[in-house]
């Protein structure tokens, strides 16, 4: 009787642990199905759906397109901003560094103008937010400071953040000019993009060798 009670008990202990391996199992799965439910749920309320403009670019090239409108009112915008700055600035090299990107920029605008003709599209301006509040930072920074190395180096700073943007457009625009096989108008561009690393070096060369350390003494 005694060994029959033992294996009874065995049996029992046994399917009570199956018992409360299963139960564990089913809530381990509820709770990773909760889990990823509510992953799920807060990616899509923390990154709300962006629903398309009706002009919105369905393909490659008509976002080309729309991005080299862009970059053609931000070089339109900078004719009218670098002299401002150079106006503003003290330093020689910086007033010479900024003229010089001027007529670059002037280049510049020539060429964006035949990529448009090559790929068959009108040259048409089209606002470039980010351009317009680089611009707009830069004349704060002329508001805040005044005339002299700490100004200068502003200007430099400002100078710079646009020259970083211009860079990764340009960069961009040549990438999807060589994907839509517009060999030629990825030339042009590419020619702009070395002019920006250019005039970025030049700044850097300006802030590095004069104008930030004549600010730390100021």
Sequence with gaps: MKTTDKKDTKETEKKATSATTKTASKTAEKSTAKSDSKSTSTAKSGGKEVKA????????????????????WAEKA???????????????????????????????????????EMIGEKAVAKKCEAMAGLIKEGEEILEETEPGAVRDAGIIAASQKIEHYEIATYGTLCAYAKTLGEIKAGKLLHESLEEEKAADKTLTEAAY??????????
Excluded: W
């Design 53 to 72: 403009k009706k002009s919105a670019a369905e393909d490659l090239r008509e976002f080309f397109v729309d991005a080299l409108k862009d970059i053609y």
């Design 78 to 116: 900078l004719t009218k901003a670098l002299p401002k700055m150079s106006k503003n600035a003290t330093s020689k090299k910086l007033i010479e560094a900024l003229n010089s990107h001027l007529t670059e920029t002037e280049g510049q605008i020539e060429r964006l103008q035949q990529v448009f």
């Design 209 to 218: 060798n004069d104008i930030n350390f004549d600010a730390a003494e100021a």
